[in-house]
């Protein structure tokens, strides 16, 4: 799993820009797979394995930011969390029986329909 | 009524982050809108639901030799640097814009997850061509 010479610049931006992303929206890990992948040249199992313990980090400073405003309501985010994990088991063993490409759409869909409405709304 | 709608939520979002698709994205307008938290409240969860997922995931993947230690150490400080002026931004701005500039983000990924991914090929009509 070697990984191509990338410049140190790029992986400043990559990292810039994925964190802040992730600050900011609470998102963006969906950019840092494809970026690893083509700009750092790991492999996919590796950019995908490598992608996880970095927005993990990220995400744990974002909380600490978001929780130092005193932005965070522990209650519900047990709760989600809680459900979060019931059904993040279930979706692994349902993803074998489910058509994802399908779900896919249905989700990019619902994701415009969201966007419309926190525009526009 | 928000402890039922939080676990509702959870679930799905668990539900489809663990079939590889992604949920949380969707989750945070859906607690804006259904549990009228705040932009920056709704994004807060939305981190502290991923982090205990994201660390027993990270522990999978290390045991099956996929983390390339060399690229985890080079991207990490800047990671993370990211990660605090993005959150420290978050928090500095009003719930309305910041919900605004989601909504431009989820319109993208959005886009993005019904763009068809090979050329020449249709997702979800893939079967129909190769196997006529």
Redesign the interface.
Same mark, same amino acid.
């Given at each position: @799993?070697a990984?191509r010479a990338s410049s140190p610049a790029a %992986?400043?931006a +990559? /990292?810039? !820009? +994925? /964190?802040?992303?992730?600050?900011? &929206?609470?998102?963006?890990?969906?950019l840092l797979v494809p970026a690893?992948d083509h700009v =750092?040249g #790991?492999s996919r199992?590796?950019a995908?394995?490598?992608a996880?313990? !970095?927005? @993990?980090?990220? *995400? *744990?400073? *974002?909380?600490?930011?978001?929780?130092a *405003?005193g %932005? &965070?309501?522990a209650g519900?985010?047990l &709760?989600?969390? #809680?459900?979060?994990?019931?059904?993040?088991?279930?979706?692994?063993? !349902? +993803?074998r029986y !489910?058509p994802?490409?399908? &779900? %896919?759409?249905i989700? /990019? /869909?619902? =994701?415009?329909a969201?966007? +419309? %409405? =926190?525009?526009w709304? | 009524m928000a402890g039922p709608w939080a676990v509702a939520l959870g679930a799905a979002m668990g539900l489809l982050t663990g079939m590889g698709i992604g949920g949380g994205k969707l989750v945070v307008p859906l607690m804006v809108l259904a549990m009228g938290l705040s932009q920056q409240r709704a994004q807060a969860v939305s981190l502290a639901a991923f982090v205990p997922t994201a660390l027993a995931a990270s522990w999978v993947h290390w045991r099956a030799g996929r983390i390339e230690g060399r690229l985890l150490r080079a991207l990490a400080p800047w990671v993370l640097a990211g990660a605090a002026a993005g959150a420290w931004l978050a928090n500095h701005l009003a719930s309305p814009s910041l919900s605004r500039l989601y909504g431009a983000f989820l319109l993208l990924v959005g886009a993005y997850e019904l763009w068809p991914r090979s050329p020449g090929r249709i997702r979800g009509r893939r079967r129909a061509t190769e196997h006529p």
């Open positions: @799993m990984t %992986r400043a +990559v /990292g810039l !820009l +994925v /964190g802040w992303l992730n600050g900011l &929206l609470g998102a963006g890990a969906t690893l =750092m #790991a199992p590796a995908h394995g490598t996880l313990p !970095l927005i @993990m980090l990220a *995400s *744990s400073v *974002s909380l600490g930011v978001y929780g *405003s %932005r &965070l309501p519900v985010a &709760l989600v969390a #809680a459900g979060s994990t019931a059904g993040g088991l279930a979706g692994a063993w !349902l +993803v !489910l994802s490409a399908r &779900l %896919r759409q989700f /990019g /869909g619902a =994701m415009l969201a966007a +419309v %409405r =926190m525009l709304g | -």
